[in-house]
C-alpha cells in the first residue's frame, strides 16, 4: 500500500511511519516546511503525488493548551483539516483518507453510558474537543460530497515511549524517573482520581492500518483498551517498577480548567470490522516508558 503521513514527526505519527514501513508499505510524508494551514501548497504537493491511503494525524493535540490557544487550536484542527480534504478531492485518483480525531469529543458521559460506544452523542467541554468534533463534520462531507472513503479514529489515550512531557503519563514517567534520579520523595500531580482508557501507541498505530485496509464508505471507529486506570493507579504502577518509595502532591496547576472524571470506551466495533485488537499489556507499556525516559534524562 503507497500512503501519506501528514503529521509525520509527531509521537503517533512517528511509530505509525515505522510500523507501515515494517509491513513493506511504501510511506511519504509531507515535505518540512508545509503547513496545513496553507491550502494552496498543500494542494500543489497532493496533486503530485500517488498514493491510495492518506494518514492525517496532524493537530494542536494539548487539551490544556486550547484553553489558552483557542484560535491556534481551531485553524490547525479545523482549517488544516478541510484544507487536507481539499488537498484530497483535488487529487487525480483520490485515495482514502483516515482522520485521527479523539476519545474528547464524547465529553461528558454518565457512568450508565459507559463503555462509550461510536453512537455516543458528542458534548465536548474543551476548545479542543470541539475542534476535532468540528473536523468530524469536515470529514464526513469530503465523503458525503465526494464519495471518497473516509475513516474517523475517535482514539482514547495513548501511551508509549517517546511521547511529550505535556501528556499525563510521560508526564508522571518523567517526573517519576528524575525523583527516583534525584532521590526525591515527592512528585507534583494533577487530578489523581480522572480515569482513563490507556493504549499502547504500537498498538494504536496498528489498529489505524486495520482500519484503512477496511475502508469503503465512511466508518467511525473507537481504538481503545476498553478499559480504565486512575492516573493514581497508573502512578503506583511506575512506582512499583521503580521500586522507589515517593508522595503525589496534587498541585491545582496542574488540574484542568473542566475534566471528565472517567472515559473508557467500547472497542467492540473495531474488533469485529477488522482483525485488530489490543496486544501490549500496561505494565510493558510502563516499562518502556521509564525506560525512555531515563535513557532521556541521562542523555540530556
Known amino acids: 500500500m503507497r500512503a501519506l503521513v501528514v503529521g509525520s514527526s509527531g509521537f503517533v505519527g512517528t511509530w505509525l511511519v515505522e510500523y507501515l514501513r515494517s509491513v513493506d508499505d511504501e510511506v511519504q510524508l509531507l515535505p518540512s516546511g508545509v503547513d496545513i494551514r496553507d491550502g494552496e501548497v498543500l494542494r500543489e504537493y497532493f496533486q503530485q503525488i500517488q498514493v491510495d491511503a492518506v494518514y492525517h494525524l496532524a493537530a494542536q493535540s494539548h487539551v490544556g493548551r486550547s484553553w489558552?490557544?483557542?484560535?491556534?487550536?481551531y485553524m490547525v484542527n479545523v482549517i488544516g483539516t478541510a484544507n487536507v480534504c481539499e488537498a484530497v478531492r483535488s487529487m487525480?485518483?483520490?485515495?482514502?483518507?483516515l482522520f485521527?480525531?479523539?476519545?474528547?469529543?464524547?465529553?461528558?458521559?454518565?457512568?450508565?453510558?459507559?463503555?462509550?460506544?461510536?453512537?455516543?452523542?458528542l458534548a465536548p467541554v474543551s476548545p479542543y474537543a470541539a475542534s476535532k468534533a468540528a473536523a468530524e463534520e469536515v470529514v464526513k462531507q469530503l465523503f458525503y460530497g465526494s464519495s471518497i472513503p473516509v475513516v474517523v479514529a475517535r482514539?482514547?489515550?495513548?501511551?508509549?515511549?517517546?511521547?511529550?512531557?505535556?501528556?499525563?503519563?510521560?508526564?508522571?514517567?518523567?517526573?517519576l524517573v528524575?525523583?527516583?534520579?534525584k532521590g526525591t520523595d515527592e512528585i507534583k500531580v494533577g487530578n489523581l482520581k480522572a480515569r482513563r482508557d490507556f493504549t499502547d501507541v504500537r498498538d494504536v498505530v496498528r489498529a489505524y492500518r486495520s482500519m484503512v485496509e477496511k475502508a469503503d464508505s465512511f466508518e467511525v471507529f473507537n481504538v481503545c483498551s476498553s478499559s480504565s486506570l486512575s492516573v493514581e493507579q497508573l502512578a503506583n504502577l511506575m512506582i512499583k517498577q521503580l521500586n522507589i518509595e515517593l508522595k503525589l502532591i496534587v498541585s491545582p496547576e496542574l488540574v484542568r480548567p473542566l475534566d471528565v472524571f472517567e472515559v473508557v470506551g467500547s472497542n467492540a466495533k473495531v474488533r469485529s470490522v477488522t482483525t485488530w485488537k489490543p496486544e501490549i499489556d500496561i505494565q510493558s507499556t510502563i516499562k518502556d516508558l521509564l525506560e525512555y525516559w531515563r535513557g532521556h534524562?541521562?542523555?540530556s
Open 178 to 181: 528524575s525523583a527516583q534520579m
Open 297 to 299: 534524562l541521562l542523555t
Open 68 to 73: 489558552s490557544h483557542p484560535e491556534e487550536t
Open 155 to 175: 482514539s482514547f489515550n495513548h501511551i508509549g515511549p517517546g511521547q511529550g512531557e505535556s501528556f499525563v503519563a510521560s508526564a508522571l514517567a518523567k517526573r
Open 92 to 97: 487525480s485518483i483520490p485515495p482514502k483518507l
Open 100 to 121: 485521527v480525531s479523539s476519545s474528547e469529543v464524547y465529553g461528558r458521559v454518565t457512568q450508565g453510558e459507559l463503555p462509550i460506544s461510536e453512537v455516543q452523542s
